[in-house]
C-alpha cells in the first residue's frame, strides 16, 4: 500500500550543514560542498570540507582530463582555484576523488521512470480506487472512505475497498461498523493479510480474543504484517497472563523487525511481569540504544527499582510542552493490556490536569468507587484551557464520565473534540449540542459554530455571538465573529466588531489586520493605511495575505483618487504599493508581479499627459507579458480598457480591484 507495516521501524539520515566562502553550492555529499562556475573562458572552483579529506581533484572536458590537484582540508577548510581552460557547456565532468562527483551534463541522472502524480478520474472505477488510496496517503480518512463507499456501490466484492473502509472506521473508534466490512472481505478472501490483520485488531479492542487470535495468526503469514501480527498476539497472550507464550510471540516479530520499538515494550513488561528482571533491564537498555528518550522505558525501569531516585529520574525525562500527554500515552498502554494497576501509578505521577484525572475517575471505578468519585468531580472542576483529548482509547473513559456526571457538560465537550479529530463530524456536533448553554467557555461554543455553520448559518452566528459575550478576553472570540460576519456579507457588523477589539485589543496585530482590513472594505483608504503602518507580523510558510492587504489599502486609494482624478497621489501610492515591508511578514519574490500598478501608472500618466511615463509602463507590461507565452496581450489590453472606461468609475474600489485582478489572472481577493 505504499505505507509503514504496524510497528513497524524504518532508519534514515538527514544531513544540515554549513559551507562558506565559495559561493552558491553545486553539488554536496557528507564530504564536501562543490562549487563550479563555467564562464566559457575559464572555470573557478571551490571545495568546503565537511570532513576531514585528502582526495584527487580530477576535471575533464568531453572526457578529457584538462587539470588536476590534490585536495587535503581538515573540517570547514576552503578549497578554490581559478582554471584558465575553455569547456564546452555538458562536457564538464569534476570528480573528488570517489567522494564527490558532479557534471553538468543535463541529461545526467534523468529518470525514464514516471514522476509525476496523476490526478485520477474518479468517474472510472481504477481511477475512484487510485484516487482514494491517495487520500489514505495523505490521512485524508473522511474523502478516501466517501470513494471507497461509491467504489463499493458499483461493485460491491472489492477486497481492498472493504479492507480499507474497516480500517478507517477502526482509526475512528466505530469497531462495529469497521468488524462488518471486514468481515465482508474475509467472506470473499478468506486468506487475505491485511483483512484478516484489520479484523484481529478490531476483534482485540472489542474484547473478542478467540476471534483476534485466529485473525492474527492468519495475518503473520504474511511479510508485511509477520513482525506486527506477532506482536500483537504477543499483547494478547500478556493480557491471558501466559508469559512463555507472550515471549515466544514477541522474538517471532523480533526475528522479523529488529527495531520494533512497541515489541520489545512488551517483551520488557513481560520480562518484569513473570519475574525475570535482568532480562527486563536487558531489553529496556535495547529500547533506549533504539530510541533514547523512550519515556515508558523509563518508567519500566522506575517500576523494576521503585524509589525516589529512579521515579525522579523518569519525571525529570519529561520536558515536553505538554507532559501530562506523556504520562497519558504510558497509561493508554498499560490499560490497553489490561494493567491497570501500573496505569495508575503512572496517572498518580503525572500533573494535575484534566484528561489525567478522568482516566484516573475511569480506572478507579471498580477498584475504589469513592476514590473514583472524588477524581471525577476533581476532573469535572479543573480547567478545559489547553485540553485537546484525542486518543481513541478516551472515548469510553469520557463516555463514563458523561454518565456518571450528567450535570457537569465537560466530558461530554472533550468527548466531541475526540470524535472531531477521527474525523466524526456529525458525532462531535451531537455532543456539543448536548453541551446546550451550560458552558461559560467560549471555545465550545466556537467548535459548535464551525461545525454547523453549513448547515445552519443564523445558528453558528448566534454561537459565535455567545462565544464573544462569555469571553470577551480573548481578541480570538472577536476575530472569528468578525471574519464571519465577513463571509455573511455584512461590512457593517465587521467594521463594528473589529472597532471593539481593537479598542480592547490596541497592540495586537492580528487585531490591527482585522480592523485594516475592515477599514479597507468600508473605503477607509487612509485609515487602513494608518493602521498597517504600525502593523508587525511574524511571518509564517508561505504567508503573503498581510501583504497583499497592504497592497490593496495602496490601491484602493489609487483608484480612490482616479476617480477624483488626483492622478499624482494616486502614482505616490501605486509606487507605495509595490514596496515588501518586512514588518508585515512576507519577503520579497525573484520576479515580483507587478501588472496592476503597470497598467494603472499607465493610465494616470496618459490622463497627466506623460507619455514618456506612459511609455515606460506600457514597456514593463509588455516584459511581463513576454515571461508568460499563455497570455494574449492585446486582448488583455482591450480587457483593460473596457475596465478603466466602465468598472471603475462605477463600482466600488475592493469590486474594482477584483475585477482587475480577473482580468491579469492572478488572486482574486476576499472581502
Known sequence: MGRFAPYSADHWHEMYFPYKQIGPMTKATPYGVLNVQNTGDGLTVGFCALQKIDEKLLIRSGGKEIFTDRIVLQPMEVYAKKIPASVQKGELQVDVGDKLSYTDDPNSGILKRPQTFRNYETNSLEGLYQSARRDVMSRQYNSALRKYLSYLEKEPSHVPSLTQIADIYCRRGEYPKALGYVAKALDFAMYDPEANYIYGIISRQ?????????????????????????????????????????????HRSLDYDAYNVRTYQLLATTY???????????????????????????????LLDPGPGTLDEFKSMIRNEFPYETYLEIAAYYADLRLDGDALRVLETAPDQATIRYWQAYLLRKKSPQQSREALEKAAD??????????????????????????NWKATYYLGLIYWGMGRQEDALKMFEV??????????????????KDANPQKALVDYEKALSVGKDDWKNWYRLANYYR??????????????????????????????????????YEECNS?????????????RDIRDLFMQCQVGQALHDMKQHQYNQAIAHLETSREYPERLGTGKPDNPDYRIQDYLEMFCYQELGQSVQATEAVARIDAAASHNATENPESQRVQMENWYRVTLPTEPEPKSLDVLTSILGGRRYRH
Not at 220 to 228: H, L, Q, V
Not at 241 to 250: F, I, R, T
Not at 276 to 300: C, M, S, V, W, Y
Not at 438 to 451: E, I, K, T
Open 206 to 250: 472489542m474484547g473478542d480474543l478467540a476471534d483476534a487470535k485466529e485473525t492474527l495468526g492468519w495475518a503473520a503469514r504474511s511479510p508485511m504484517y509477520r513482525s506486527s501480527a506477532n506482536s500483537a498476539l504477543g499483547g494478547i497472550s500478556m493480557m491471558e497472563g501466559n508469559w512463555e507464550l507472550a515471549e515466544e510471540y514477541l
Open 435 to 452: 453541551c446546550g448553554e451550560r458552558p461559560d467557555y467560549a471555545p465550545v461554543y466556537v467548535s459548535r459554530a464551525f461545525l454547523e
Open 487 to 524: 463571509d455573511r456579507g455584512m461590512p457593517e457588523k465587521v467594521f463594528e466588531t473589529a472597532s471593539g477589539a481593537a479598542q480592547q485589543f490596541p497592540k495586537d496585530d492580528m487585531v490591527k489586520v482585522l480592523l485594516a482590513r475592515a477599514d479597507l472594505n468600508n473605503d477607509r
Open 272 to 302: 518484569r511481569l513473570a519475574k525475570q528482571p535482568e532480562k527486563a533491564r536487558e531489553t529496556l537498555r535495547k529500547i533506549l540504544e533504539i530510541d533514547p528518550l523512550n519515556h515508558l522505558a523509563q518508567f519500566e525501569q522506575y
Open 531 to 543: 493602521v498597517m503602518a504600525n502593523a508587525t507580523i511574524i511571518p509564517h510558510e508561505g504567508q
Open 382 to 407: 479543573l480547567s478545559p484551557y489547553l485540553v485537546f483529548p484525542f486518543r481513541e482509547e478516551s472515548i469510553p473513559v469520557f463516555q463514563w464520565a458523561a454518565r456518571a456526571l450528567p450535570r
